[in-house]
């Protein structure tokens, strides 16, 4: 269906110069048959955007460079052409829908890529009564997209990209922005569209977790140009970015390794294990106190009176579904949002009441698009500029990135930096400021496993200080290695407040994956595991 | 439902076709442009904002409006306070506003005279300068808060495809920069503001790269599903279309220049914005021989649609017909 020969690209600047000495892809050699479910991986920044983007044009169409080599799709070489021309083969689906959506409805949004490609209006029809049904949108068709919760905008790019019967599907991220539930539906409807439909199907994703047991092949983009594909089992040599099954599996020695969640059970369940209770810390003095917060905008209540309280040297984890109120939350405490009744007190202030300046010594907040922050135009402008403001040693931030994210020639733009290493610039100009309160939205979304492991190692450090800690997040594989205390939003109220190792483990709706395979009781992550 | 209501609902900006605000948008600036009434200029104002609050609806772009408005009154209070400040008519019988005037002796025996006393007349002059301004700019924001840009966007001819790409980013701009100079502002003040010309850095660079990667991410979408793609075009059709766009542009914008700057040869400009026109059908004509593309559904012209066609052609009318009586 897909085959690559010698296919090399490379990022240009505007003056037609080479970006970097190693092409982005480095004469990549491989074939993807039909019907076939691959799991693209790879370390963060290490471009596996851009390789899903060299498959249908979009790259060097839209993002600048030079590419040669052969692409074949379907037997055709279409290496050089335009995005419009692979239109009618391939499907393209990104990690932010409501950005790449043309219309208002879900109808007239699925019909769009059938209306430009000619069909004809029976055949439209046709292909609306089949697809709908499959993706779970039939009685979504005539809903404002903007109704929609995150996992059915999802389904509907998904069924906008294979309106007129495309067979390869590329999918860049599409979860990492969706909670628990809509992401799952959205895999279960891709594992049925390559298997039952012999769709083609590529999927970029971060966390590999949930998809590792569904997928035919794992794809890894190194970061070096080069690109390797195998079974899922083989692929995982380089830890950076292997999930928590493949991690127990090679810690206990498993051989085969196991990729879904059953085997796996099976095999733990054969060996006899030792396993130690997880650290959790104890709550110092309270440092942030909400006193009947409620926020209210015009007629929709986001958050419902809460009453709370954040403690020092704690992780508090806050989970809950799209639009549950946590990011609602996060502003409210930082200050600068909304607050309809109630108070939001720190053991340093209000925050509410106070300058934007004096904020910023009791508070660092992280939001969801990091990328806002940054407005510098190069990486060390950025680094030098951070040093200053937080008032710390030169080279501090820089270090702290390079934990996070690893070594970054720093005469880059920051806007050419990959997403994942965007939010480890902010995440590490954020947290040398040593503020008191440290408040982050969705801090993991682009991070590979190493980046998460690193980040983790860092809050854990920042904590022991006395400082309390608030992570709004869907990943429940990060929450379990690092919080000391769950909080669970749903629909604005608080429903749940409680230890991880009850909330995360095996036989909760928020399970995770060390939790699922073990079904030990207060087991929930690898750390835990001894032997 | 009482009647106000009803009408409101009438014009409803989701039950209207976008189209028809940019219509009226056009024709009111044009309008504004063509009179030198200050009471119409006002009416215009009043009524561009009335309609946008009615009709709008609670969509991000319906937001834009606060913006025009804003800019609007900077604009009538600028061009006002610059005319008494450089006040150079020197009323002397007929003064109205009496402020005493300021020579500065630069050299070379000149004088430059500042404030003074100023005639009704020319006050008046000043608010109808001002007005005219803020009409235009209230026009076109009002087309720009109440139709939809995405449903612009696709309706926009594919068969210039460089061209309509350009056309989909730039409609989209100026929603998305409104809507994410709130959001960037907001995140700022997260890291820490420094001074000077760097704090505006801060917000103008994150804005504008957030809006251009929006509006590209936009035109990659619908670059992926097929926008654009038409049959292949001889190299003469493709020469013949190039140029024949190229003569449609010059000849609409000499003709609107034309027309602003003398209104007393109006036929004339008239007729070169006609041809310019003609021009530009034939050229999407020619590039759309070899087009594929279908409509599912296509938006469809409802009452509200008529009343704001009337409404507009009406006035429009009226100030043309205006302009030549005087």
Known sequence: ?531 | MSVTSQKAHLLRANKTNPASWWIAGISLSLVSSLTGNLLVLISICIGTMLTVFLARDESPWARSIGFYLKLATIVVFLRVVFRIIFNLGTATSDAFLLLPSLEFDVGFGNTIHLFGPMSELSLVAAFTDGFRLAAIILSVGMANSLANPRKILKATPGALYEIATAISIAINLAPQLISSLNRVRRARSLRGRSKGIRSLAGIVIPVLEDTIEQSMALAASMSARGFGRRGKRTALQILIARLLGFLAVCLCVTGVVLLLISPDQQFIDLAIVFLGLVAAAFTIRISSTKATRTRFRTEPWRLGDLVVFAVSITLLLLAFGGAFAA
């Open chain 1, 1 to 531: 269906m897909i085959e690559l020969r010698d296919l090399t690209f490379s990022y240009t600047n505007p003056d037609g110069s080479l970006v970097s000495e190693t092409p982005q892809l480095n004469r990549v050699n491989l074939k993807i048959t039909k019907g076939e479910f691959v799991l693209v991986c790879g370390p963060t920044g290490s471009g596996k955007s851009t390789f899903l983007k060299t498959l249908n044009g979009l790259a060097p169409s839209f993002t600048g460079g030079v590419i040669t080599g052969e692409l074949l799709i379907d037997g055709l070489n279409l290496i050089g052409s335009e995005p419009h021309e692979f239109a009618h083969l391939v499907g393209y689906v990104n990690q932010q829908p409501e950005g790449a959506f043309v219309a208002d409805t879900v109808i007239d949004e699925i019909v769009y890529g059938a209306e430009q490609l000619g069909l004809s209006i029976p055949a439209i029809k046709q292909s609306i009564d089949e697809i709908a049904p499959l993706l779970d949108i039939a009685e979504l068709l005539e809903r404002p997209l903007v109704t929609l919760s995150g996992g059915q905008q999802q389904r509907v790019a998904i069924a906008a990209a294979l309106i007129a019967g495309q067979k390869i599907l590329l999918l860049d991220e599409p979860t990492s922005a969706l909670d628990h539930e809509g992401a799952n539906e959205v895999l279960r409807v891709l594992r049925n569209l390559a298997h039952d439909r012999g769709v083609t199907v590529l999927l970029a994703e971060h966390r590999i977790s949930r998809v590792i047991g569904a997928v035919d092949s794992v794809l890894v983009v190194h970061g070096d140009g080069s690109i390797t594909k195998g079974a899922p089992q083989s692929q995982f040599n380089d830890n950076r970015f292997a999930p928590p099954i493949i991690e127990l599996g090679l810690k206990l020695g498993w051989n085969p390794l196991p990729t879904n969640n059953s085997e796996a059970t099976k095999l733990w369940q054969s060996g006899k294990h030792s396993i130690e209770a997880k650290k959790l810390a104890p709550a110092s003095k309270e440092v942030v106190t909400l006193q009947d917060l409620k926020v209210s905008f015009g007629t929709v209540t986001a958050l419902e009176e809460t009453n709370l309280c954040l403690f020092g040297n704690q992780i508090t984890a806050l989970m809950g579904e799209n639009g549950s109120g946590k990011t609602t939350l996060c502003w409210a405490i930082q200050g600068s949002g909304t607050i309809t009744s109630g108070k939001v007190t720190t053991s340093f202030g209000d925050t509410s009441s106070m300058a934007a300046e004096n904020r910023l010594d009791v508070l660092a907040m992280v939001p969801q698009r990091a990328a806002d922050l940054l407005f510098l135009n190069s990486l060390s402008a950025e680094l030098t500029e951070s040093d200053r403001f937080a008032n710390v040693k030169p080279g501090s931030t820089a270090s702290l990135f390079q934990k996070l994210a690893g070594r970054i020639d720093t005469a880059i733009h920051p806007r050419d930096l990959s997403a994942g290493q965007q939010l480890a610039l902010v995440l590490a100009i954020q947290l040398v400021k040593d503020a008191k309160v440290l408040i982050l939205d969705e801090p993991t979304r682009g991070l590979d496993y190493a980046a998460k492991r690193a980040l983790a190692r860092q809050l854990n450090s920042i904590r022991a200080t006395d400082r309390a800690v608030l992570i709004a997040t869907h990943d429940i594989e990060f929450v379990a290695m690092v919080a000391d205390r769950v909080l669970v939003l749903e629909k604005g109220r608080l429903v749940q407040d409680g230890l991880p190792t009850d909330l995360l483990s095996s036989g909760n709706p928020l399970a995770s994956q060390i939790a699922e395979i073990t079904r030990e009781p207060a087991l929930i992550t690898i750390e835990q595991v001894l032997s």
